[in-house]
Nanobody, 124 residues
Framework: QLQLVESGGGLVQPGGSLRLSCAAS????????IGWFRQAPGKEREGVSC????????NYADSVKGRFTISRDNAKNMVYLQMNSLKPEDTAVYYC?????????????????WGQGTLVTVSS
């Protein structure tokens, strides 16, 4: 069974950068599309970015385009989210999640596995 663990969250000033990591175990990562999702206090969960199992297809939410970059290293069973030019509105718990289909990841529907989340706080 696939298990996902996020890391790399923390407190950062506006304009700063963080890199989140998602470590996978229990199943070959290259079977899955991986997505990053976030949930801010009092708000619904939203999709941030998805990457297909091979890395050939990538999707970003409009709110993070040009600032965030998703990448993966299947040999290391790792997926990353590089976040630059962070804004206070990026403050949220960030989750990585997996699905065998890239489209399902983009739609945020019925993903197969979720991590426990890592908190990102953007504040001065």
């Amino acid at each position: 069974q696939l298990q996902l663990v996020e890391s790399g969250g923390g407190l950062v000033q506006p304009g700063g950068s963080l890199r989140l990591s998602c470590a996978a175990s229990g199943f070959p990562l290259d079977y899955y599309a991986i997505g990053w999702f976030r949930q801010a206090p009092g708000k619904e969960r939203e999709g941030v970015s998805c990457i297909s199992n091979s890395g050939g297809s990538i999707n970003y939410a409009d709110s993070v385009k040009g600032r965030f970059t998703i990448s993966r290293d299947n040999a290391k069973n790792m997926v990353y989210l590089q976040m630059n030019s962070l804004k206070p509105e990026d403050t949220a718990v960030y989750y990585c999640a997996a699905d065998s289909m890239f489209l399902e990841c983009v739609l945020g529907n019925g993903l197969d596995a979720w991590g426990q989340g890592t908190l990102v706080t953007v504040s001065s």
